[in-house]
């Protein structure tokens, strides 16, 4: 079986690669292609151009940017239909007389090309229909070979072993987000000098930056590279069938991810308006920027990014008395360093060094790139807003999706490190199940430690304690 290489082998140093090793034919077989690279063709030619034959097999920058565009056009299944149906007709398995050495040729690759979509794009297969003409076709390819019928059932075991994994996560965050109460309410049950804070499960900020990675990597390594197209997913205007369409919208490991950048941020702000004693809440506030310093050491640029969200709320900021007791100079750099102006341009320097250092990385550690998760999305929305899916002749802009694979397969490389710090089952608890504040209960705190400084602030306050205290 030829072995798929690393993502970070699909990309050269200029970018990606392009050239498809296309014959002539190609280029008027609905393909276009510029200085041998492909920039567009028909969605049909484009399907063509996945399924191998004897002399072909396509190239694996091309596998992975069609099979993560296509669903724009048109269901993983449809698709996969379709080279189920180009396989057994051109390469005749569904013929019992058929030349078996023609079988023998052709019958490793279209199985690389299986294994190549079951890994990278495992989710798909979540579809029953998927599934089925999977094991119809890489039935076909067993029959007549015992090494093939090896590597097939390791293919699809190999699956079904991701594919649990990934029902059993979706389980533990469904655990976690019924079992997360508002800390208001723990607070009204339980006196505060008994309850915990972050600095007394965890006094060493650089052991809570390391558990922030895990919680990161962890969410991250479920994440789909589809997630990214599927969360822009529209009607294309080529595609009659309305029914099913938003089957396709299957982004919830995304959503997940983006809801603890959330509930971190939030987290963040309640350790911080917790305390009674205006030194205990500056001792907090410190203690957070040295676990943000820590997490940009560490090249998490999404925990450092929530921490300072999470200082930067109104119900912390407005916290005069409180920060006059902090020494801000480290803070400051840190928000230098994810200053949003010239759309990020600092951050986006260090995120670039990180890049490097992980590619020349001798240690898991110096691995690690955790990206701000937001700005991610967003880059990738506006690519997908900037330029079209399809030119005016109804050929696929396929140099847009060139653009789209080499950023989301950039991501596909991070995702995929082992996080190298031991785990601390108690402290990520704290992190993934405690309680925090909602934005009303984070305000009413701000307030109690600090008065209301005008009339709106007092009247906000009056309200917040009546509905949420039931006090006047």
């Known amino acids: 079986m030829p072995q798929t290489p690393p993502f970070s082998a699909m990309f050269d140093s200029s970018g990606y690669n392009r050239n498809l ?22 969605l049909e030619a484009l399907i063509q151009h996945l399924v191998p034959n004897v002399d072909y097999y396509p190239d694996r ?21 379709k080279v189920c149906h180009l396989c057994v007709e051109h390469q005749r398995l569904s013929d019992p007389s058929g030349d078996k050495n023609q079988i023998r040729k052709i019958a490793p690759k279209i199985l690389q090309l299986l294994t190549e979509w079951t890994e990278t794009f495992p989710y798909d297969f979540r579809d029953e229909r998927m599934m089925r003409n999977l094991k119809d076709l890489a039935h076909r390819i067993a029959s007549g070979e015992e090494t093939y019928r090896k590597n097939v059932q390791q293919m699809i075991q190999c699956l079904i072993r991701k594919l649990a994994a990934l029902s059993q996560y979706e389980e533990v965050l469904a ?28 006094s060493d900020p650089y052991t809570l930056a390391q558990q922030l990675t895990h919680i990161e990597l962890e969410r991250l390594n479920y994440i789909g590279p589809e997630e990214f197209v599927q969360a822009f997913v529209q009607k294309d205007p080529l595609d009659n069938d309305k029914s099913c369409y938003s089957e396709r919208k299957k982004t919830r490991n995304l959503e997940a991810y983006v809801e603890w950048f959330n509930r971190l941020s939030y987290l963040v702000a309640t350790e911080i308006c917790m305390p009674v004693k205006k030194k205990h809440r500056a001792r907090m506030i410190e203690y957070f920027i040295d676990v943000a310093r820590e997490c940009f050491n560490i090249g998490n640029f999404n925990s450092l990014m929530a921490i300072i969200s999470g200082m930067n709320m109104s119900p912390v900021s407005r916290l005069k008395k409180t920060w006059a007791k902090v020494k801000t100079a480290k803070f400051d750099v840190l928000e230098h360093q994810m200053d949003p102006s010239s759309n990020f341009y600092n ?10 250092r992980s ?19 967003k880059d990738i929305y506006f690519l997908n807003e900037g330029c079209a899916n399809r030119l005016p002749n109804g050929h696929v802009n396929f ?17 995929q490190v082992e996080c190298p710090f031991e785990r601390d089952r108690k402290i990520l608890q704290y992190l993934l199940t405690v309680s925090v504040f909602s934005e009303d209960a984070l305000y009413l705190a701000s307030y109690e430690s600090e008065g209301p400084e005008n009339h709106i ?3 906000r306050w009056k309200s917040l304690r009546s509905s949420l205290l039931g006090r006047v």
């Open 21 to 42: 090793y296309h014959s002539a034919e190609d280029s008027c077989g609905g393909l276009y292609y510029h200085d041998n690279n492909l920039l567009s063709g028909s």
């Open 61 to 81: 920058t091309y596998i992975f940017t069609f099979l993560l565009s296509s669903r724009l056009f048109m269901h993983p299944y449809e698709l996969m239909a």
């Open 175 to 202: 655990k976690i987000s019924s079992t997360s109460t508002d800390r208001l309410t723990v607070l009204k049950t339980k006196p505060q000098s008994i309850q915990r804070d972050i600095i007394t499960v965890c």
């Open 347 to 356: 951050y986006r320097t260090a995120l670039r060094g990180a890049a490097q």
């Open 359 to 377: 590619l020349t990385a001798h240690s898991s550690r110096e691995k690690i790139v955790i990206p701000f998760f937001s700005l991610l999305i």
């Open 399 to 415: 140099e847009k999706f060139w653009e789209l694979a080499k950023q989301v397969s950039e991501f596909m490389t991070w995702k």
């Open 457 to 459: 602030e007092k009247d």
